[in-house]
C-alpha cells in the first residue's frame, strides 16, 4: 500500500458537441426572457379592474396575470442552469488513499463530485468487458457517469464500488496512469481483464 498523489485532467475531444444545443438553449433563454418583459409590460398597461368587480376577482385576476410572467422568468432560470452544465469536464484526482473527481463547469466552477476511499473499490474494467454487463444488469446498483466524451467507448472504465449500503458503478475515462496509480495504491489487482 503505497500513499500517491495523482491528477488527470480531461477535456472534451470535440468541442463543438454541444455546438446545437447550446444555441437552442440560448434561443429559448433569451425567448422566456424577452415574453417575460412583454407579460410584464402588457399586465401593468392594461386595465384589468373594473368598478363593479368584487375584490377577491380582481386578485385571482392580478395573481393569475403575474403567474405568466414568473414562470416565464423561472423556465430561463433553469434553461440557464442547463445551459451551464453542457460543458462539464471533470478532474481525477487520486490523494492518499482518497480518489475525487471534480467536475469543472464553464471553465470556472469546479466542484466535488465524487469522493471514494481506494479500498471501497471492488473491481475496475473496460465497458467492453463481460464482467461490465454484469454489473450493469443488476437494477440494485446505482449508475453514475463521469464522461466528457460518451461516444468514444474505447477509453471508457467502470469502477464498481460499496458505498454502504449502496452498491455504485461508475463510468469514467481514467488514462492508463491514473489507473496504475489507483492498483498501486491498493495494493491488490482489481482491475478486470475478461
Not at 22 to 38: D, N
Not at 129 to 138: H, I, K, N, P, T
Not at 174 to 184: D, F, W
Request: charge should be positive; proline fraction near 4%.
Amino acid at each position: 500500500m503505497v500513499e500517491t498523489y495523482f491528477e488527470q485532467s480531461n477535456s472534451c475531444e470535440n468541442p463543438n458537441a454541444n455546438k446545437g444545443k447550446k444555441i437552442f438553449f440560448k434561443v429559448l433563454y433569451y425567448s422566456f426572457l424577452v415574453l417575460g418583459f412583454i407579460l410584464f409590460i402588457i399586465i401593468f398597461g392594461l386595465p384589468m379592474f373594473s368598478a363593479d368587480m368584487p375584490w377577491y376577482q380582481a386578485l385571482v385576476g392580478v395573481l393569475l396575470w403575474m403567474i405568466m410572467p414568473i414562470s416565464l422568468f423561472l423556465g430561463a432560470f433553469f434553461v440557464k442552469k442547463i445551459l451551464n452544465n453542457l460543458d462539464s469536464v471533470f478532474d481525477y484526482v487520486l490523494n492518499g488513499r482518497e480518489f475525487y473527481i471534480m467536475r469543472i463547469t464553464n471553465s470556472s466552477k469546479r466542484k466535488k463530485f465524487l469522493q471514494v476511499n481506494v479500498s471501497q473499490m471492488t473491481a475496475i474494467g473496460k465497458i467492453s468487458l463481460d464482467s461490465y454487463e454484469r454489473y450493469a444488469a443488476d437494477p440494485n446498483i446505482k449508475k453514475v457517469f463521469a464522461l466528457t466524451n460518451p461516444q468514444n467507448e474505447d477509453n471508457i472504465f467502470y469502477m464498481f464500488y460499496n458505498d454502504s449500503p449502496k452498491k455504485i458503478l461508475l463510468h469514467f475515462e481514467p488514462n492508463e496512469e491514473c489507473i496504475m496509480n489507483i492498483r498501486r495504491t491498493l495494493g491488490r489487482d482489481i482491475i478486470s481483464r475478461k
